[in-house]
């Protein structure tokens, strides 16, 4: 076994095993936070298959608000289960994205008028969400109703947080797989190339709208997916913490500060930023309201401006320098 | 529905407009001249907001003197801005540059959190209402209107008539070949950075005439702000202004007749839809 897979696998056991681990009273919370991580992983895993290739959504919120209040609404108003309820979810994240995918490409909407576009519509879901307020809940958010008991699988809901760890950790190991998956695929060539010049691209045979649309439908049901686990695992939806600009421009963050074209990179990125403001939390609890905010926002614009390539992408060119053969000239 | 109500929320909407005019054609210039949204720039509305609530409401300032120190406060976070966050990045990939100013909303939002709380503040001004026809047109209007247009015109003339405001729109024309002219381009930064804020604490002390002041004011009108100047056309200064007053409209008329959020979700599919339809803004020359 190679290397790589060795560290990868012994890593995985790590994983498989923390929940059992004693750790007095604390494995709740350190359980919490590990579930955090790994579904907001798994949504800027999400978000990432678009960024990478230039399409820079400034608007995930509205996939995520989308997936979450789908099946959230059908379960409290008609018992429909969850499991139906995220197929559904995805649904019509997927037609979303189609409906705006199919013009935007088509039209040539790209960069800073396609981010703010997608800005746009991750407003639009939010302002819905609160203008509809006698039946989405507003503002004060939409609790999920409670199955009656502490384990359901049929509502999803389980008060053991290890059901949700191993199964945030499923997702999060799947969003691997699939970017990977993207990452060898000849798709991947052609979105590069489409990212790079788009009319050459064209003039070379590729169906630049059909790659971009592809992209944006799997990124956007994969969001929705994540935002459908949230939902199930806090058993609230809320439109500023599931769609808007704030929960948008967070995952943006996270995954450009882990480093946007690896692998890990949103990981590192989710890990570091969730670590940040638990912290800050935990420091400033609430005595003084705001400030864990205002570090973290503070902190967020001395690392874009001094770690342009991501902690992930910066400490990765640090090694490859260090690795390279004194003997070959650069 | 009474058209008379129609008619208040037309002309209501025209008169919101003119303000919305001065924030759109603030971070029009921004952006043609530096190639970078300020995702943070109503964020600077809403300090100069609070420095003229804290003057003319705590201090006792007359509320013509707070607003001048708006101006000045705009002015200066402007070139603040400009100099901490911007020129650090200005070779930046543009999305950096979008976190930048994103995390600078955070910042700020957060800031004003932990020093003022989340409560909404009122700059209380009793003014008269004028009744023409029937419809009630309040001075806390109508005064944000004509300011705002006049310094519109005042903007005009300065880009136009004056030594650099014409080197500002040449630096939006073309940004390389002005450092070929022999013109600094750091001064001119700065300068459209200055404008851009006063415009914004302009702003500030014409919308508190009719809004509350809270940190999350940003959230309110930001999106907004973008919107109006991607349909007017990225950096297109006429293209803002029209837009300002379509979008005003739209949100005034929606709201009489339906719901003042739902007045807001219209504008946004409307803008939505104009993307598709002319997606370098509704002045665009047809490719």
């Known amino acids: ?164 760890y191993y199964a945030s950790l499923a997702f999060f190991l799947a969003g691997l797989w699939i970017w990977d998956r993207v990452d060898r695929s000849m798709a991947r060539s052609a979105l590069e190339a489409i990212g790079e010049d788009e009319t050459a691209a064209a003039s070379v045979g590729i169906r630049v709208t059909r ?120 | 529905m009474d058209p008379i109500f129609l008619a208040e929320a037309a002309i209501n909407g025209i008169l919101l407009g003119g303000v919305l005019a001065l924030l759109a054609l603030g971070l029009n210039l921004i952006f043609g001249v530096l190639d970078i949204v300020w995702i943070a720039y109503v964020d600077l509305v809403m300090l100069c907001m609070y420095a003229v609530y804290f003057l003319s409401v705590v201090y006792g300032w007359p509320i013509w003197a707070a607003g001048l120190v708006s101006l000045a406060a705009g002015a200066l976070l402007g070139v603040a801005v400009h100099l901490l966050i911007i020129s650090p990045i200005l070779t930046s990939a543009p999305i950096n540059q979008l976190l930048a100013t994103g995390g ?39 005064i944000p209107f004509v300011i705002s247009i006049v310094a519109v015109i005042a903007l005009y003339v300065f880009l136009t008539r004056t030594y650099i405001g014409t080197a500002i729109r040449a630096v939006s024309q073309d940004r390389e070949a002005m450092s070929l002219m022999g013109a600094s381009p750091q001064r001119i930064y700065i300068v459209t950075s200055a404008v851009g804020g006063l415009m914004a604490g302009l702003a500030a002390a014409l919308l508190v005439f009719q809004y509350s002041v809270h940190p999350f004011f940003g959230g309110q009108f930001g999106p907004l702000t973008f919107m109006i100047c991607v349909l007017g056309g990225l950096g297109n200064m006429v293209g803002a202004f029209i837009a300002s007053f379509i979008m005003s409209e739209v949100i005034a008329i929606g709201g009489v007749v339906i719901s003042t959020e739902m007045g807001y979700v219209i504008a946004f599919v409307i803008f939505i839809v104009m993307m598709f339809v002319r997606p370098g803004g509704i002045l665009a020359k047809r490719e």
Request: glycine share 12%; aromatic share 12%.
């Open chain 1, 1 to 164: 076994m190679s290397r790589g897979r060795l560290v990868a696998a012994v890593l995985l056991a790590l994983l498989l095993v923390t929940p059992s681990v004693p750790m007095g009273g604390m494995r709740q919370y350190v359980l919490h936070v590990a579930i955090q991580i790994f579904i907001w992983s798994f949504i800027g895993q999400a978000w990432s298959l678009m960024g990478r290739f230039g399409l820079v959504s400034l608007g995930h919120g509205a996939f995520l608000g989308v997936g979450a209040y789908t099946s959230a609404l059908l379960w409290n108003f008609y018992s429909l289960t969850p499991w139906i309820g995220a197929l559904l979810a995805v649904g019509a994240a997927v037609a979303l994205a189609v409906v705006l995918g199919i013009p935007c490409f088509r039209f040539r909407v790209i960069g800073h008028y396609f981010g703010l576009v997608t800005l746009a519509v991750g407003e639009v879901v939010r302002l819905l969400i609160i203008a509809e307020r006698d039946w989405t809940g507003g503002s004060l958010g939409l609790t999920l109703k409670t199955a009656g008991s502490d384990w359901s699988v049929y509502a999803i809901q389980f008060a053991d947080k290890r059901v949700f």
């Open chain 2, 104 to 142: 600078l909303l955070f910042f700020l939002q957060s800031a004003a959190t932990f020093l003022w709380t989340t409560d909404h503040r009122s700059v209380r001004l009793s003014l008269p209402s004028f009744e023409i026809a029937g419809i009630f047109l309040p001075a806390t209007r109508i």
């Open chain 1, 211 to 330: 790659f971009k649309l592809g992209i944006t439908v799997a990124s956007a049901g994969l969001t929705a997916l994540g935002g459908v686990l949230y939902a199930q695992y806090i058993s609230y939806v809320n439109p500023d913490t599931l769609s808007g600009i704030g929960v948008s421009l967070k995952i943006v963050f996270a995954v450009v500060l882990g480093g946007m074209y690896s692998l890990m990179g949103p990981l590192v990125g989710t890990a570091l930023t969730t670590a940040l403001s638990e912290g800050l939390r935990i420091a400033f609890g609430l005595k003084l309201l705001g400030m864990a905010e205002t570090i973290y926002g503070l902190l967020l614009i001395i690392f874009i401006i001094f770690l342009p390539s991501g902690i992930y992408g910066s400490i990765r060119d640090a090694l490859r320098r260090r690795s390279l053969d004194p003997r070959i000239s650069a």
